[in-house]
């Protein structure tokens, strides 16, 4: 089994920053893809960006693409999502995700596990 725990969302103007992060417990986190993905109101959960278990390779959504830099420490089981220059749009609650396996994928049902997920608000 596999937890995963996020932290570091909040409120934050437009231009701003914000880091979040994902601790994992459980299963060996540096055999597996990590994910993150956000669900605005009223909107379909969406990817974000993901990192292979080798930290080599990442993928990103053009919408966050430039802004956005997802990384891991192995050493110590965290997902990391540094966000810069936000915008309104970005609001919404983000959600790490775990692929038990090391393909790259960016879709949300090839995910085994996911945490609570963290409120992320962009104020203009």
């Known amino acids: 089994q596999v937890q995963l725990v996020e932290s570091g969302g909040g409120l934050v103007q437009a231009g701003g920053s914000l880091r979040l992060s994902c601790a994992a417990s459980?299963?060996?986190?540096?055999?597996?893809?990590m994910g993150w993905f956000r669900q605005a109101p009223g909107k379909e959960r969406e990817f974000v960006a993901a990192?292979?278990?080798?930290?080599?390779?990442?993928n990103y959504a053009d919408s966050v693409k430039g802004r956005f830099t997802i990384s891991r420490d192995n050493a110590k089981n965290t997902l990391y999502l540094q966000m810069n220059s936000l915008k309104p749009e970005d609001t919404a609650v983000y959600y790490c995700?775990?692929?038990?396996?090391?393909?790259?994928?960016?879709?949300?049902?090839?995910?085994?596990?996911w945490g609570q997920g963290t409120q992320v608000t962009v104020s203009s």
């Open positions: 995700a775990a692929h038990l396996g090391r393909r790259m994928v960016i879709t949300t049902t090839l995910y085994d596990h």
């Open positions: 459980g299963r060996i986190f540096s055999s597996y893809t």
């Open positions: 990192i292979s278990y080798i930290d080599t390779y990442t």
